[in-house]
Nanobody
Framework: QVQLVESGGGLVQAGGSLRLSCAAS????????MGWFRQAPGKEREFVAA????????YYADSVKGRFTISRDNAENTVYLQMNSLKPEDTAVYYC???????????????WGQGTQVTVSS
C-alpha cells in the first residue's frame, strides 16, 4: 500500500505561479511512475504530468507543456509540480497518483491522494 498526500494548492491570479507537493509513504519501492491529474467541476479527471520514479523521465499534457514542470525527490519520497503562467482554465482539484508497472498508461494510476484545490482568477 502506498499513501499519497498533496499540498500547495490555493488561489492565485492569472499569470501567477504555484508549487504543488505530493508526499508518498508506505511501500514506495513498488512505485514506477508518479503523476499529477486534475479534475475541474463537471469534467472528467485528466492527465497533467508524470515522472518516472527511477530515471526521472517526464511526460506532459499538451495543455501544460512549457508552463508546468514535474520533478521528484527520491530521498524525500516527494513529487512536485511547479505551475507557472497559470490560466483560469487551470482551475481544478489536482490529484497525485502512482502507477506500478513499467508499461504504464494514464489508466494505470491509483493510490490517489485527497487532492488539493487550485483556483486561478482572471
Amino acid at each position: 500500500q502506498v499513501q499519497l498526500v498533496e499540498s500547495g494548492g490555493g488561489l492565485v491570479q492569472a499569470g501567477g505561479s504555484l508549487r504543488l507537493s505530493c508526499a508518498a509513504s508506505g511501500r514506495t519501492f513498488h512505485i514506477y511512475v508518479m503523476g499529477w491529474f486534475r479534475q475541474a467541476p463537471g469534467k472528467e479527471r485528466e492527465f497533467v504530468a508524470a515522472v518516472t520514479w527511477g530515471g526521472g523521465s517526464t511526460y506532459y499534457a499538451d495543455s501544460v507543456k512549457g508552463r508546468f514542470t514535474i520533478s521528484r525527490d527520491n530521498a524525500e519520497n516527494t513529487v512536485y509540480l511547479q505551475m507557472n503562467s497559470l490560466k483560469p482554465e487551470d482551475t481544478a482539484v489536482y490529484y497525485c497518483g502512482a502507477a506500478y508497472n513499467s508499461r504504464w498508461s494514464q489508466n494505470d494510476f491509483g493510490s490517489w491522494g485527497q487532492g488539493t484545490q487550485v483556483t486561478v482568477s482572471s
